[in-house]
């Protein structure tokens, strides 16, 4: 158990739809990544949150958006979706957002786009 | 940006024998090397990592190799189990203590089998 939480662990919707991503971070941990993992795309990262404010962004589509609360939990938000969305969607944290280290994942959010 | 490259896409070994999964990347900058092992239905959990003022680095069964000039690194694993069935993915990003930092780029992954 990596101490991250990622809920729900399955969801499927419609196309057109929108979604919201949870993710509890390891007690202590400041910073909080999102990465998408689809078969031919290996993971993809997506989006960094460091104590709340927005670190780095990666290959993150305008219609997702994601922010990260003040008890330090984040949130991915997926809009207007598309089949090419489904994907497992993880989400990792690490102690600092000043170098990389180790990060810690959680067992990912499986989303299907029907 | 950085890019990593992965190979093989799988691999078959049977248990005892060693397996080699190698990486290259582009970004010249880039001194901090993970690796990270996703066993079925799990998220990917780091198993050795290498920084670049070293060469190689083993614990246990498993060690990285890492050669800056060329931009390549690998994981070796010796001993082969039935447990090291799983999917790998080499990574690389730059770290900087004073702040600064790139993102960990993944390659696309290794599915190792090892067949008892």
């Known amino acids: 158990d990596s101490g991250v939480t990622q809920t729900p662990k399955h969801l499927i919707t419609a196309t057109g739809q929108r979604v919201t991503l949870r993710c509890s971070p390891r007690s202590g941990d400041l910073s909080v990544y999102w990465y998408q993992q689809s078969l031919d795309q290996g993971l993809q990262f997506l989006i960094q949150y460091y104590n709340g404010e927005e670190r780095a962004k990666g290959n993150i589509l305008e219609r997702f958006s994601a922010q990260q609360f003040p008890d330090l939990h984040s949130e991915l938000n997926l809009s207007s979706l598309e089949l090419g969305d489904s994907a497992l969607y993880f989400c990792?944290?690490?102690?600092?957002?000043?170098?990389?280290?180790?990060?810690?994942f959680g067992e990912g959010s499986r989303l299907t786009v029907l | 940006g950085e890019n990593v490259e992965q190979h093989p896409s799988t691999l078959s070994v049977q248990e005892g024998d060693s397996a080699v999964i190698k990486c290259t990347y582009s970004?010249?900058?880039?001194?901090?090397f993970p690796w990270y092992k996703q066993e079925l239905g799990k998220g990917p959990q780091l198993i050795i990592d290498i920084r670049s003022n070293v060469g190689e680095k083993k614990d246990q069964r498993i060690a990285v190799t890492l050669n800056k000039t060329a931009k390549h690194f690998s994981l070796h694993i010796t001993e082969t189990q039935p447990e090291d069935s799983a999917v790998y993915f080499c990574?690389?990003?730059?770290?900087?203590?004073?702040?600064?930092?790139?993102?960990?780029?993944f390659g696309k992954g290794t599915k190792l089998s090892v067949k008892p």
């Open positions: 990574a690389a990003s730059y770290e900087n203590y004073g702040g600064s930092q790139g993102n960990l780029i």
């Open positions: 970004d010249s900058a880039s001194n901090y």
């Open positions: 990792a944290s690490s102690v600092s957002g000043g170098y990389t280290g180790e990060l810690f």
